[in-house]
């Protein structure tokens, strides 16, 4: 069973329907005992990072978020959400890894980043088995994640970011699998069956 | 590299996919969900769907529309049409669109705009601005190009982008329709003037024409009938503009 957190910030019906796609048992849901009777956590994010952490604050979920051992993939805003802090809204996150979320800014660069992107491999992740260098994935943000050493995926927009991430059993992608048609489908499936 | 972004746009009615010329004399192109699956197969980026109908069941068809596209496309969609409050976008959002595109309620209610940004982000919002050109400025014009909004083009793209739309989708109403290209002086003021991406619309009718507005400085460029008839394929599009040195996602 996999929990896929509700907590208004999310484009949770394209998740669910990977997730239809791939027979896997799901709940949609926002209370900690639910959650806390599935395998792994799935936080998917679209929205604004200080009223999301808000939401996740109203809801109790801080603590239990940062202290799970289960499996966990932050999508997009879900993966901003694994650091220290992010410039948007000026806020904490879940301070589980010491970073902080910058804003692109460029002159000559369009924001949003938005649309498809490829990505290049850094280091090794569960997550990324079957992805290949180049494969184009649906990226669509104003903030990023610096490259670090949990980075295990970098995209270039005249510099390079994270566009994924580990740290244990902390998974994240900046892109959106459930919008990058069957490359995308793969790290969905990846998560599932082999982090 | 980031890639430039082909995007086949479905104005719908009911569920089905109608196209007109010039705003006018709609023809029928097919199923809306049949068409979603067949573009998404062959190399479509993302897809636009317009809502043109007008009747009081529209709001409840469109939420079905969105549903059942979302169930079989795995690439982004926008949906545009009538959509006038943060609880209509918040519905179709939830319902699985990526973004929600606003015109004519846009104009009437900039604070709209704003509000929606706040709530969903800037990459959820997308402007959609018709104009025609009168005289020497591009007008903006609303409810399906039948009103003159009394607004310089370039002047409210900018305030767009102030308000927090995060994409804008420029459609020529003097080119619309026509095949005889985007509107390439157009595109190339607006791009000197705004800092998020621009959608071409309007006048595509070959080749080039995608190429043309790329170079311009289009980020996506958007086209219709083109597609819906199969008078270009999307993936002989994306190998010419490969080899014309154009990042796109093959």
């Given at each position: 069973m996999?929990?896929?957190?509700?907590?208004?910030?999310?484009?949770?019906?394209?998740?669910s329907n990977v997730l239809k796609d791939l027979n896997v048992e799901f709940i949609l849901t926002n209370e900690k005992k639910e959650i806390d009777r599935s395998e792994k956590i799935i936080l998917p994010g679209v929205g604004e990072a200080s009223s999301a952490m808000l939401r996740l604050k109203e809801l109790e979920l801080i603590e239990y978020l940062k202290n799970t051992t289960k499996p966990f993939l932050g999508i997009c805003l879900g993966m901003q959400l694994l650091c220290e802090s992010t410039e948007e809204g000026n806020t904490d996150c879940l301070k589980l890894l010491p970073i902080t979320v910058k804003k692109i800014t460029s002159k000559n660069l369009k924001i949003p980043h938005m649309g498809w992107n490829s990505i290049k491999k850094i280091n090794d992740s569960k997550l990324l088995i079957d992805v290949d260098d180049n494969q184009y994935f649906y990226f669509a943000h104003s903030f990023f994640v610096p490259q670090s050493k949990f980075t295990t995926s970098v995209c270039n927009y005249e510099f390079n970011f994270s566009a994924s991430i580990q740290l244990n059993n902390f998974f994240g992608v900046q892109f959106h699998p459930e919008k990058s048609s069957m490359q995308g489908v793969t790290i969905i499936k990846n998560f599932i069956e082999k982090c | 590299m980031l890639a430039k972004r082909i995007i086949p746009c479905l104005d719908v009615k009911g569920g089905r996919v109608v196209k007109g010329t010039n705003f006018l004399n709609l023809r029928d192109a097919g199923s809306a969900v049949e068409l979603a699956q067949r573009y998404s197969d062959e190399g479509a980026d993302e897809l636009v769907f317009l809502d043109i109908s007008a009747s009081e069941e529209k709001r409840k068809t469109l939420l079905e529309l969105v549903k059942s596209v979302a169930s079989v496309l795995r690439i982004p969609f926008t949906v545009g049409g009538?959509?006038?409050?943060?609880?209509?976008?918040?519905?179709l959002l939830n319902s699985g669109a990526d973004k929600i595109s606003l015109n004519t309620s846009a104009?009437?209610?900039?604070?709209?705009?704003?509000?929606?940004?706040?709530?969903?982000?800037?990459?959820?919002?997308v402007a959609a601005v018709d104009v025609k050109k009168v005289d020497s400025s591009y007008n903006v014009f609303i409810k399906g190009g039948k009103e003159a909004a009394h607004?310089?083009?370039?002047?409210?793209?900018k305030h767009v982008v102030e308000l927090g739309a995060g994409?804008?989708?420029?459609?020529?109403?003097?080119?619309?329709?026509?095949?005889?290209?985007?509107?390439?002086?157009?595109?190339?003021?607006?791009?000197?003037v705004i800092t998020i991406p621009i959608i071409a619309?309007?006048?595509?009718?070959e080749l080039f024409h995608f190429y043309e507005a790329f170079s311009a400085g289009a980020d996506a460029c958007l086209a219709a009938s083109l597609f819906h008839y199969r008078e270009l394929e999307i993936i002989n599009l994306k190998k010419y503009l490969h080899e014309k040195g154009v990042p796109v996602r093959i």
């Amino acid at each position: 069973m996999i929990a896929l957190i509700d907590y208004g910030a999310g484009n949770t019906a394209s998740v669910s329907n990977v997730l239809k796609d791939l027979n896997v048992e799901f709940i949609l849901t926002n209370e900690k005992k639910e959650i806390d009777r599935s395998e792994k956590i799935i936080l998917p994010g679209v929205g604004e990072a200080s009223s999301a952490m808000l939401r996740l604050k109203e809801l109790e979920l801080i603590e239990y978020l940062k202290n799970t051992t289960k499996p966990f993939l932050g999508i997009c805003l879900g993966m901003q959400l694994l650091c220290e802090s992010t410039e948007e809204g000026n806020t904490d996150c879940l301070k589980l890894l010491p970073i902080t979320v910058k804003k692109i800014t460029s002159k000559n660069l369009k924001i949003p980043h938005m649309g498809w992107n490829s990505i290049k491999k850094i280091n090794d992740s569960k997550l990324l088995i079957d992805v290949d260098d180049n494969q184009y994935f649906y990226f669509a943000h104003s903030f990023f994640v610096p490259q670090s050493k949990f980075t295990t995926s970098v995209c270039n927009y005249e510099f390079n970011f994270s566009a994924s991430i580990q740290l244990n059993n902390f998974f994240g992608v900046q892109f959106h699998p459930e919008k990058s048609s069957m490359q995308g489908v793969t790290i969905i499936k990846n998560f599932i069956e082999k982090c | 590299m980031l890639a430039k972004r082909i995007i086949p746009c479905l104005d719908v009615k009911g569920g089905r996919v109608v196209k007109g010329t010039n705003f006018l004399n709609l023809r029928d192109a097919g199923s809306a969900v049949e068409l979603a699956q067949r573009y998404s197969d062959e190399g479509a980026d993302e897809l636009v769907f317009l809502d043109i109908s007008a009747s009081e069941e529209k709001r409840k068809t469109l939420l079905e529309l969105v549903k059942s596209v979302a169930s079989v496309l795995r690439i982004p969609f926008t949906v545009g049409g009538g959509i006038t409050s943060v609880d209509d976008i918040f519905e179709l959002l939830n319902s699985g669109a990526d973004k929600i595109s606003l015109n004519t309620s846009a104009v009437e209610n900039p604070q709209l705009i704003y509000e929606a940004a706040k709530r969903f982000g800037s990459q959820a919002i997308v402007a959609a601005v018709d104009v025609k050109k009168v005289d020497s400025s591009y007008n903006v014009f609303i409810k399906g190009g039948k009103e003159a909004a009394h607004l310089d083009g370039l002047m409210w793209c900018k305030h767009v982008v102030e308000l927090g739309a995060g994409e804008i989708l420029l459609t020529s109403m003097d080119k619309d329709g026509t095949k005889t290209g985007y509107d390439i002086p157009l595109l190339s003021e607006l791009n000197k003037v705004i800092t998020i991406p621009i959608i071409a619309s309007g006048g595509a009718g070959e080749l080039f024409h995608f190429y043309e507005a790329f170079s311009a400085g289009a980020d996506a460029c958007l086209a219709a009938s083109l597609f819906h008839y199969r008078e270009l394929e999307i993936i002989n599009l994306k190998k010419y503009l490969h080899e014309k040195g154009v990042p796109v996602r093959i």
